[in-house]
């Protein structure tokens, strides 16, 4: 039995190992052509180790395409996204776990039925929403804004909020506010001229904030926080944003980690919709200034590679030391518990 | 009591305005926009003008057969090796497990846009790696990026090796919610390990299995990036994907009418995939 089983192990080493090295070549050759000049990466036989052109090819790359400022837009963008994003899921996700409430089963049910629509049959009227009309777009957005401090006015009066939760709620929306118009900021002269949100970073974010994954998965989450800890609270006369805030949120912390890195990395790698509606080369994302060049013929292929390099090594170097929550966020609404 | 009846809308609005501006409206109306003519200004009611189009456009129907050729190649093909890569992950046999995922989870990662720069150097014709390993083996080069079979295979092998551990991460979190008293029990009655992974492996996975089974296709059906960036949709049309052909007519023509006709019919394929696996695979479950 021991001596079968041993067999089996090799056997199954003997066939994966090949396959494992495989699926590491694209990653290493990545790596090693970040390194090489123009003249290694295509000679033969192909060359396994690294040289020590990392820097020039990063100065080709600078000269190509304006790359790292091109990285802090994406920073920001998938930073500023991931945050706001968060919030929204999760608040959604807890109403739907916590509350019974009128028109709760039709639109979860529209929430839901979207994971399975493909993207594509909203891509054309959310581009002529941000690129073309977007004075409809800047209403909505003052309207929802209008709505929301009616809101948090509202639920600060019913709840009857400490005075330090009402200060907090009301500067918390000044900094949106305040951030609203500093992320339209490089184009904000072009935005009242033609009223489009072309270039703007909040043309990125907007519309994949109606990310439904999230708001299932959250709401999953809350779903498995017993409710005779927030009925406790309920009973000590919290209001529902405390109880919100400070019972229900701390709980469902790794699952919002695990959420955060899948939309930052969603984010940061997206490249159809920022394509569209950045056209300006200090705007765009790293994966779009990365795509102009991919097309180009006389063009530094060591510069893409160093290029392709900073946009995934942090993420390799993350994902060995929090694998657990990529796994998390990866398996969100696969598997039932 | 009644103050508290409006606390969940208050919960909710700040998504529901974003999901109402930027999903619901925009379903309603891509399918508006089908069904009127966009090249004349204003935008004139016209029910055949996309649609007739269609269906006699030899680019689109080309763009759906290399979709769906992508389709039926590619999803079964990785579907059973990340079965196979669960599978083994998940064995006590093997060591090294913390290498192991690595490799086969880490393009998981790692962004179209990056990959695809890579795999497009990788298959150079002239002294790509994937050239110069068949002329070690003494083999012919292959014009991998300008002949149409070999450029579809470029785009086939590119997916399979960015999604194939992406599936395994499902398929594994699946297998290991299996209990373990099922393997014990047929270990005992003296079932192979081949007869425990027919009879009990793949339907406890079988869910798991459909979930990422409409995953991909949606995925597929929406390919756009890969083909985009290392082919080009080329040779010809060789490689122009639904993806493609939609990016073409709607943002290089703006001819938003006919795109979103497009845009339909790429939902209706999804839809129709989807009931053909309900009725085959779905009856229980």
Redesign the interface.
């Known amino acids: 039995m021991r001596a079968r089983?041993r067999w089996?192990?090799f056997w199954?080493?003997l066939?994966?190992t090949p396959l494992?090295?495989l699926?590491?070549?694209?990653?290493w050759?990545?790596l090693v052509?970040a390194t090489l000049p123009e003249t290694g990466?295509?000679?033969?036989?192909?060359p396994l180790v690294p040289g020590g052109e990392f820097m020039k090819n990063l100065q080709n790359l600078q000269a190509d395409t304006n790359f790292l400022r091109t990285i802090f837009n994406s920073v920001l963008v998938s930073g500023v996204y991931t945050l706001l994003s968060l919030?929204?899921?999760s608040?959604?996700g807890?109403?739907?776990a916590?509350?019974?409430?009128v028109g709760?089963g039709v639109?979860f049910a529209?929430?839901i039925a979207?994971l399975?629509?493909?993207?594509?049959?909203?891509?054309?009227?959310?581009?002529?929403?941000v690129a073309r009309e977007a004075r409809w777009?800047l209403a909505?957005i003052v309207l929802?804004l209008i709505?929301?401090a009616l809101?948090?006015g509202?639920?600060a009066w019913?709840?009857r909020l400490s005075r330090q939760a009402q200060l907090g709620g009301w500067a918390a929306f000044a900094i949106a506010a305040v951030a609203l118009v500093a992320l339209s900021l490089p184009s904000l002269g072009n935005l009242f001229a033609e009223v489009r949100l072309t270039n703007t970073y909040w043309a990125v974010i907007?519309?994949a904030?109606?990310n439904?994954l999230g708001?299932f998965f959250m709401r999953q989450n809350f779903l498995a926080v017993p409710v005779s800890l927030l009925e406790a609270a309920r009973i000590d006369g919290a209001s529902?944003w405390r109880i919100?805030f400070q019972i229900a949120f701390p709980l469902v912390r790794p699952a919002m980690a695990a959420l955060g890195i899948i939309l930052f990395?969603t984010a940061?790698?997206d490249?159809?919709w920022p394509l569209?509606v950045l056209n300006d080369k200090e705007a765009y994302t790293a994966?779009?200034a990365?795509?102009t060049l991919?097309?180009l013929t006389r063009v530094s292929?060591g510069g893409?590679?160093v290029?392709?390099v900073l946009?995934?090594v942090p993420?390799?170097i993350?994902?060995?030391f929090l694998?657990r929550y990529?796994?998390a966020g990866?398996?969100a609404?696969?598997?039932?518990? | 009591m009644r103050?508290?009846?409006?606390?969940?809308?208050?919960?909710?609005?700040?998504?529901?305005?974003?999901?109402a501006?930027?999903?619901?409206?925009?379903?309603l109306?891509?399918l508006l926009?089908s069904f009127q003519n966009t090249r004349v200004v204003p935008n004139t009611w016209d029910f055949s003008a996309n649609w007739g189009r269609l269906v006699q456009d030899p680019f689109f129907w080309e763009a759906l057969r290399n979709t769906l050729f992508i389709l039926l190649v590619q999803v079964p093909l990785m579907l059973a090796l990340a079965v196979a890569?669960a599978v083994?992950l998940n064995?006590q046999?093997?060591?090294l497990k913390g290498?192991?995922?690595?490799?086969?989870?880490?393009?998981?990662?790692?962004?179209?846009?990056?990959?695809?720069?890579?795999?497009?150097?990788?298959f150079?014709t002239?002294?790509?790696?994937v050239n110069?390993?068949l002329?070690?083996f003494s083999l012919p080069p292959i014009d991998w990026l300008y002949n149409p079979t070999a450029a579809m295979a470029v785009i086939v092998i590119t997916i399979t090796?960015r999604w194939t551990?992406?599936n395994a991460?499902?398929i594994l979190?699946?297998l290991q919610?299996i209990p373990k008293e099922l393997y014990e029990a047929a270990n005992i009655d003296g079932a192979s390990?081949w007869q425990q992974f027919w009879s009990i492996t793949l339907p406890s996975i079988r869910?798991?299995l459909l979930?990422?089974l409409?995953l991909s296709i949606?995925g597929t059906?929406?390919l756009?990036?890969e083909p985009f960036?290392i082919t080009?949709g080329g040779p010809g049309n060789a490689t122009t994907t639904?993806?493609v052909y939609?990016?073409q007519q709607?943002?290089r023509s703006f001819n938003?009418g006919y795109?979103?006709a497009?845009?339909?019919s790429?939902?209706l394929l999804?839809a129709v995939f989807?009931l053909l696996q309900m009725r085959l695979f779905g009856r229980d479950s």
Request: aromatic share 20%; charged share 5%; hydrophobic share 60%.
């Open positions: 089983e089996r192990s199954l080493h066939a994966i494992a090295l699926w590491l070549a694209p990653l050759l990545m052509f990466i295509f000679s033969t036989p192909t919030i929204l899921t608040m959604a807890y109403a739907f916590r509350f019974n409430f709760k639109v529209l929430v979207t399975t629509i493909p993207y594509f049959v909203v891509v054309i009227p959310q581009y002529i929403l777009l909505a929802a709505l929301g809101a948090l509202f639920s019913s709840q907007l519309p904030l109606a439904s708001v529902e919100f990395l940061w790698n490249y159809l569209l994966p779009v990365l795509g991919v097309g292929w893409i590679m290029g392709a946009m995934t993420f390799l993350l994902f060995l694998q990529f796994l990866i398996t609404g696969a598997v039932k518990d | 103050q508290r009846n409006l606390i969940p809308y208050t919960f909710l609005l700040p998504y529901l305005a974003v999901f501006l930027f999903w619901a409206w925009p379903i109306s891509s926009t890569l083994a064995s046999l093997l060591k290498f192991y995922r690595f490799a086969f989870f880490a393009p998981v990662v790692v962004g179209a846009v990056a990959y695809s720069a890579v795999f497009r150097l990788l150079n002239q002294s790509g790696a110069n390993l002329a070690s090796w551990g992406y991460i499902i979190a699946g919610s390990p869910p798991v979930f990422c409409v949606i059906l929406q756009f990036t960036l080009n639904l993806g939609l990016y709607g943002f938003f795109a979103s497009i845009a339909y790429v939902a999804a989807s």
